[in-house]
């Protein structure tokens, strides 16, 4: 089955081919970064606007790569939540018009999922059950995974998401948008215990994460340093530094708690925070410790892209779901509501 997968819940419009026989055939990603840094964060008015520019040449370009004809595509995968309303409902109308006009099913992915789901691209995949980390900018959550489908919520964030941590920080130090490669850029360069940051709700039992006491932790210390005149690029990596260890540490021992709770022994991280290195490293560390693996996609499957959403729609189109002509997307959307395959 051949699947045409777009991807526009945020600020990057995502486009690829993915076959169940031969795999990924193409990719094609148009990022808005530069669109929004003026802003210092995503503005959804200009993300929606931009997806509608984008789209059209970029299914032409995967066309052109896979050397794929129109007609060879049998169904459409598009990312229906959670993200931004304006900006999925660029994906969802440009899918069901194409649906129509080419007479093929459509369907409805879920973000987090397509992220789930983006190491089984990869040449290892990890094989069920296991434990899964989602490290987004809009998501934190710790994940039972038994199946495509079959979730159990472990543990999430009660305010900001680990990615959201990593750009308001950033922002709060005078750092670009994204503010979460800007920061694990900088932290290479920071001067180890220089400051050490709290490590949030893990000295009390359970999965839970708060990241948000971390950006004012930051904040304060960048602004103490300042009164001081302290205000140089080194004191910017040290900070970064700082707060790195103290996201990775959090979220390594969190990651460990979740595979002990489960007894499983297979771990994948998923989203755009899993292309942290300082992050890769420490749960490698940790699963080595406890003869297991982890499982992790190619940096550019970590952040969005099509890829994963015409991966993971092909895996439901495949067992026979798909949907009406209706355009029907939504900003919520708990993962656990999906339906088991
Ligand atoms: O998955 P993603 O592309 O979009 C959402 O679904 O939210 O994740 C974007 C988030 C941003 O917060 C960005 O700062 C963060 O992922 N991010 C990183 C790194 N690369 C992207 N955070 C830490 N280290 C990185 N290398
Ligand atoms: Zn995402």
Request: charged fraction near 20%; proline fraction near 6%; hydrophobic fraction near 40%.
């Amino acid at each position: 089955m051949l699947v045409l997968g777009l991807e526009t819940s945020c600020d990057e419009t995502g486009v690829a081919l993915y076959d169940s026989e031969r795999g990924l055939l193409a990719d094609a990603l148009f990022s808005q970064i530069d669109l929004h840094r003026a802003y210092g964060g995503v503005v959804p008015e200009l993300a929606s606007r931009d997806h509608v520019k984008r789209m059209l040449p970029l299914i032409r370009q995967v066309l052109a790569e896979s050397g794929c004809a129109p007609g060879e595509i049998d169904a459409i995968a598009y990312t229906a939540g959670p993200g931004l309303v304006g900006a999925l409902l660029v994906g969802a109308s440009c899918a069901q018009a194409l649906a129509f006009a080419w007479g093929v099913p459509a369907l409805g992915v879920h973000h987090m999922e397509g992220h789930l789901l983006a190491p089984m691209l990869e040449e290892q995949p990890p094989e069920f059950p296991f434990v899964a980390l989602l490290v987004s900018g809009g998501h934190t959550q710790l994940v039972r995974v038994d199946g495509i489908g079959r979730y159990q919520l472990l543990g999430e964030s009660l305010d900001d998401a680990a990615g959201e941590a990593f750009d308001k920080t950033a922002k709060l130090i005078g750092l670009g948008y994204p503010g979460g490669p800007e920061i694990a850029r900088l932290a290479e360069s920071g001067t180890p215990g220089r400051f050490v940051f709290p490590r949030p709700m893990t000295d009390r039992p359970g999965l839970d994460f708060s990241f948000s006491g971390l950006k004012t932790f930051a904040l304060n210390t960048w602004q103490q340093c300042r009164s001081t005149g302290d205000d140089g690029e080194q004191t910017r990596c040290d900070i970064a530094l700082a707060f790195q260890q103290a996201v990775v540490e959090t979220l390594t021992i969190k990651c460990r708690r979740a595979l002990k709770q489960t007894g499983l022994k297979r771990l994948v991280i998923a989203g755009g925070v899993s292309a942290n290195q300082a992050l890769r490293q420490s749960l490698e560390k940790m699963l080595a410790e406890l003869n297991g693996k982890v499982f992790y996609a190619r940096p550019a499957f970590c952040t969005d892209n099509g890829a994963m959403i015409a991966y993971a729609g092909c895996q439901r189109l495949q067992a026979g779901q798909h949907e009406g002509p209706s355009i029907k997307v939504q900003a919520r959307w708990p993962m656990e509501q999906l339906p088991a395959l």
